[in-house]
């Protein structure tokens, strides 16, 4: 499908517009401290990724054989699903930038290299146009920012107990729904190679299986960070 105005672009801009509003609203109206801000707006974000997640699960389940990965008819409606998550990305990019350049906060380097990785993946598969829903699916786990957006809540109303239920909540989600979806798919993404099912797709699942090697790195990393400070119970 070419990357036409209507088709592509005009969404494409729509959603970094929303995402980068979302930003901004929460930095002016709810917490003047641009770390925090940043953190309750990427919580709300993930509300619609979420959504997103779960709605490509139920509508690509049939094709779990094949790791969700499968080429999309033009007027899938995954694409502007696809498009908008992409969207967040390049609003995210673009909310960090402007922290290093109005506050003089470096972004995490690690969410850098998760957004890229992001970047790289989803570009390619809107390009391919293949494996919007395993894409899509990946949006499960951004109850991860949903957890940081209520411990920055916490700090912001100033109760302890807020705080530390969303640090061993996030602690809970990367062990217990972010790396197992990782690893899970990974072990589909194998098994299609094995089985056959990925015999006229083989670059898009070297793709994948490359980028959930990458991501199952990131939340080793972000574990190992979340046990230094908090405990399972």
Known sequence: MPFGLTDTWLPLLAATAFFVLLHML????????YPRA????RGAAALVL??????????????????????HQPGDWMRLGLLTVYGHLLADFIWMGWGKWHYGISPRKDLILHHGLGVVGFGAALVLEV??????????TELLPLTTGVNAWGKRIAIPRVVDVADRARLHVLAWLRLPLWVGLFVLVVLALLSGHADRLQFAYYVAGSGLVGLIGLDCY????????????
């Open 222 to 233: 972000w574990i190992g960070k979340c046990r230094q400070s908090v405990d399972f119970y």
């Open 50 to 71: 979420t959504a997103l997640g779960i709605a490509a699960l139920v509508g690509g389940f049939s094709h779990w054989q094949e790791a969700f990965l499968y080429r």
């Open 38 to 41: 940043f953190k309750l707006s």
């Open 131 to 140: 494996g919007y829903a395993f894409a899509l699916l990946t949006m499960i």
């Open 26 to 33: 929460a930095l002016v109206r709810l917490e003047p401290v």
